[in-house]
C-alpha cells in the first residue's frame, strides 16, 4: 500500500515532467529506473496515462518482491542464535537491549 501510495504521489507531483525534462535536458529516453521506459512511452504517446501508471505499479512489485527475496536469504535468523562463536557478542547486545528497557 506504500508504494502504491507513493507511486500515486509522484504522479500527482509532476514525475511526467520530470521525465520529459530529463528527456530534453540529456537526449536520453533510456533509463534503469522503475517507471523510467513507461513514462517514456507514455510521453510518446505509445500509452495512456493510466496504463503507465499501472506498469509502473506492477514493476515496482516486482522490484519489492525481488528486494524481499534477496533479504530473506542475506541474513538467517538462526545464524545469531546458534553460532556459538556469536554466543557472546548476543549476550552483549541483549543485555545493552535489556539495559535501556523499562522494569
Known sequence: ERAKDRIQS???QG??????????????????TI???AIMNHIKNQGNLDETIAEVHIKT???????????KHQFPFDLCI??????????????QIKSCLPV
Open 35 to 37: 517507471g523510467f521506459q
Open 10 to 12: 509522484m504522479f500527482t
Open 61 to 71: 512489485r516486482q522490484y519489492i518482491k525481488r528486494q524481499r527475496t534477496w533479504f
Open 82 to 95: 546458534e553460532d556459538p562463536l556469536m554466543a557472546i557478542s548476543n549476550q552483549c547486545i541483549l543485555s
Open 15 to 32: 514525475v511526467v515532467q520530470e521525465v520529459e525534462n530529463f528527456y530534453k535536458t540529456y537526449s536520453l529516453d533510456t533509463n534503469q
